[in-house]
C-alpha cells in the first residue's frame, strides 16, 4: 500500500475495507488488559495497607521498633467499644458532616438554578466560584483562622459594623464545630454547584415548554421535572462529600489544632486516630479504631448507594 | 414584576458571589501589604487608596529572600522561603504523573467495565469507591511502614503511585458514566468497517472522551496538587511538595501572612487557568452517567 492509500485508509473506514490490526486483541483479552491496572494499584495502595492494619489491629504493636510484637485478640476493639471517648468522636464526627453536606447540597443547588441561565460573564462567575474548592485546605483553613481570629476581619464587622459581642469562632467549644462547618462549607459548596449545574443541563427544555402549555406552576415544574432528572447525580455528589468530610482532618488541623480545639470539641474520628496513633504511638489501637471507622462509612455508603440506584430506577 | 424579578436575581448572585468571593480578595490584597497593613487593626481593602502595595512577599516567595518584610521581623526562615521553587517543580513533576497516570488507567478501566461483561461488575465498581472511603490518616501507617521497606519514600514514583489510587476512583466512576452514554454503536460502525476492537477504541472512542478526560483531570490535578496529609509525612525532602511547605511558613515563629498570601496566589493560578480552559466540558464530564437523557 502507498503512503497516500494508507492515509486514506485510515480516515475513511467505511470506504475502504481494513485490515484490522491488533485483532489478537480480543474483547476478552482487552478487558483483561484494561481493568488489571487499576486492580493491582488500589490492591497495591489500598489492600495491603488494609490487612496490615487489619493484623496490626489484632496486636499490641506501637510506633517503637524494639518491641516484642504479640496477639491480643480482640482486645483493643473491646477496649474500644466500652469507652465513651471513641464514641464521642463519632458524635462530633456527625455534628460536622451532616450539617456541612446538607448546607452544601441545598446552596450548590440554588446557586446552580441561579447561574443555569444565560447571562454575560456566566463562564467567568462559574470559574471564579470553583476557586475555593482549587486551593489546598492548608491554604483555606490558615486564611480563615487569620479571618476568624478574636479580633480579626470577621470579628471587626460583627463589633464595628454590626455593633454585637463579638463571635470567639476557634475558642467557644459550642461554636468551633460550626466554625469548621462553615470552612468546608465555603470551600465545597462549588462542587456541588459544579454536580447541580451538569445535571440541570441535562433537563431537556421540551419538558418546560410542555408544562408552560400545560400552566404547571413553578414548584410543580421543580418538584416534577427539574428534581427527578438531577437527583440521582446529586446523591453521587452527596455521596462523593459525605465520603470526603468523614475522613477530613487537614481544615480542622490547620484551624483549631490537631486535638481539635478547646475541649476536644472538634476532634473527629479520624482526627482521633491521629492522636491514638501518631501522638500516643499505639499503632495498634489506632488501627483498629480506623477499622471500625471504616466499616461504618461501607455500611452508610452501601445505603447511600442502594437509595441512589431506587432513584435512577424511579426514572 | 419582571424588572423586580430581575434585580431580585441579580441581588442574591451578589450576596452569594460576595460570601465566596471576599476571602478570596482577603488573600490577594493580603500578598500585597506590608506585615503592618496585614496585623492592622483597621482593615484595608483598596490598594494605593488605603495601602501602598507592595511586592516583596512574591519577590521573596519566587526569588528568595531579602530578610525585610516589614520592621522589626527579621525572618528566620528566608532561607526555606527560597524552597518554594524547588517544591513548586516538584507539584508539577508529581501532579502531572499522576494525573496522566489516573486518567489514562481509569478511562480504559471505565470503558472495560461499561462495554465488557466483567465478572463482579457492580461488586467491582464498589471496591473502586471504597478504596476512596480509607482515611488517609488509617492508610497513611502502613504506607509509611511499606515504603520504608521498599525504599519510596521521598521518590517521585512513590508519591505519584499513591496519588494515581487516591485519583483512579472517581475516574473510574466519571468515566464510566460517560462511555454509558456513549452509543456502543459507534465501535459497532467501525469494527463492522474492519477496525479490530483496540483500533475503534483508540481512533473512534478515545477520541470522543478527550473533553470527559479533561474534566476528569481537574478533579485529579486539584486532589493531588493540594495533598497535605500523607505528602508531609512521607516526603521530607527531594519529592516534597508545596502544601507541607505553606503548612510549614507557619510553623516559624510569628506568622507571615504576606508571604503565605503571596505563595497561596502562585501556587492556584495553574490550575485557574487549567480548569478556565476546560470549563466548558466541566460539566458534561460530571454526569457519572446518573443522566439519560
Do not use: C
Not at chain 1, 464521642?88 to 456527625?94: D, L, P, Q, S
Not at chain 2, 492556584?268 to 487557568?273: D, E, L, N, S, Y
Amino acid at each position: 500500500m502507498s503512503t497516500a492509500e494508507k492515509i486514506a485508509a485510515s480516515q475513511s473506514p467505511s470506504t475502504n475495507r481494513l485490515r484490522p490490526k491488533f485483532s489478537f486483541l480480543t474483547d476478552n483479552r482487552l478487558s483483561f488488559l484494561f481493568v488489571s491496572p487499576t486492580l493491582i494499584v488500589l490492591l497495591f495502595i489500598a489492600i495491603y495497607p488494609l490487612i496490615w492494619s487489619l493484623t496490626a489491629s489484632f496486636t499490641n504493636r506501637t510506633m517503637s521498633q524494639n518491641q516484642e510484637v504479640v496477639g491480643v485478640g480482640i482486645e483493643n476493639y473491646s477496649e474500644l467499644m466500652t469507652e465513651d471517648r471513641p464514641w464521642e468522636r463519632f458524635v462530633v464526627t456527625g455534628k460536622i458532616v451532616v450539617p456541612s453536606v446538607i448546607i452544601q447540597t441545598v446552596l450548590g443547588f440554588g446557586i446552580a438554578m441561579l447561574l443555569n441561565r444565560k447571562f454575560a460573564g456566566r463562564g467567568v462567575l462559574m470559574t471564579m466560584m470553583l476557586i475555593p474548592m482549587m486551593l489546598s485546605p492548608v491554604v483555606v483553613a490558615l486564611f480563615w483562622r487569620f479571618m476568624m481570629q478574636g479580633d480579626g476581619i470577621i470579628n471587626y464587622y460583627i463589633k464595628n459594623v454590626m455593633g454585637f459581642e463579638p463571635i470567639l469562632w476557634l475558642a467557644d467549644r459550642s461554636i468551633i464545630p460550626w466554625s469548621v462547618v462553615l470552612v468546608d462549607v465555603w470551600m465545597w459548596t462549588p462542587f456541588m454547584m459544579l454536580i447541580a449545574l451538569a445535571g440541570l443541563s441535562a433537563v431537556p427544555t421540551y419538558l418546560y415548554e410542555a408544562a408552560e402549555v400545560d400552566r404547571a406552576g413553578a414548584w410543580f415544574r421543580f418538584r416534577h421535572i427539574t428534581l427527578p432528572i438531577v437527583a440521582p447525580l446529586l446523591m453521587i455528589g452527596i455521596i462523593f462529600r459525605i465520603m470526603d468530610a468523614y475522613k477530613m482532618i487537614d481544615i480542622i488541623f490547620v484551624l483549631v489544632g490537631d486535638r481539635g480545639g478547646v475541649g476536644r470539641a472538634a476532634q473527629t474520628a479520624g482526627l482521633y486516630v491521629y492522636d491514638v496513633a501518631f501522638k500516643q504511638q499505639d499503632t495498634a489501637v489506632g488501627s483498629a479504631y480506623g477499622y471500625i471507622m471504616l466499616v461504618v462509612i461501607i455500611a452508610l455508603a452501601n445505603l447511600l448507594i442502594r437509595q441512589l440506584n431506587n432513584l435512577k430506577g424511579a426514572e | 414584576m419582571e424588572l423586580l424579578k430581575r434585580v431580585g436575581f441579580w441581588v442574591v448572585l451578589a450576596l452569594v458571589f460576595g460570601f465566596f468571593m471576599f476571602p478570596l480578595y482577603w488573600i490577594l490584597i493580603s500578598s500585597f501589604k506590608t506585615r503592618a497593613d496585614i496585623v492592622s487593626t483597621t482593615p484595608s481593602y483598596l490598594p494605593y487608596l488605603e495601602f501602598n502595595p507592595i511586592f516583596d512577599n512574591y519577590t521573596d516567595v519566587l526569588v528568595g529572600g531579602s530578610q525585610t518584610s516589614g520592621e522589626g521581623s527579621t525572618v528566620t526562615a528566608s532561607a526555606d522561603v527560597s524552597e518554594f521553587r524547588d517544591r513548586l517543580i516538584n507539584s508539577i513533576i508529581i501532579t502531572g504523573g499522576s494525573t496522566i497516570l489516573a486518567v489514562l488507567i481509569g478511562t480504559l478501566t471505565a470503558y472495560a467495565v461499561s462495554r465488557f461483561t466483567i465478572p463482579l461488575e457492580d461488586d467491582f465498581m464498589f471496591f473502586v469507591l471504597s478504596t476512596r472511603m480509607l482515611p488517609p490518616i488509617v492508610v497513611l501507617i502502613p504506607v509509611f511502614v511499606l515504603f520504608n521497606d521498599l525504599e519510596l519514600r521521598d521518590t517521585y514514583h512513590g508519591i505519584i503511585l499513591l496519588y494515581t489510587a487516591f485519583n483512579l476512583p472517581f475516574v473510574v466512576w466519571i468515566m464510566k458514566g460517560f462511555f454509558d452514554e456513549i452509543p456502543k454503536e459507534y465501535e459497532d460502525a467501525a469494527m463492522m468497517d474492519g477496525y479490530s476492537r483496540f483500533q475503534a477504541i483508540y481512533k473512534i472512542v478515545l477520541p470522543e472522551a478527550i473533553p470527559a478526560m479533561a474534566a476528569t483531570a481537574v478533579f485529579s490535578i486539584i486532589v493531588s496538587w493540594n495533598e497535605f496529609v500523607l505528602a508531609n509525612f512521607l516526603n521530607r525532602d527531594t519529592a516534597s511538595t508545596v502544601p507541607p511547605f505553606l503548612n510549614s511558613i507557619i510553623g516559624v515563629g510569628a506568622v507571615e501572612w504576606g508571604r503565605l498570601a503571596a505563595a497561596s496566589v502562585v501556587y492556584v493560578i495553574p490550575v485557574i487557568i487549567f480548569t478556565f480552559i476546560v470549563r466548558n466540558h466541566l460539566l458534561r464530564g460530571v454526569t457519572f452517567g446518573a443522566v439519560r437523557r
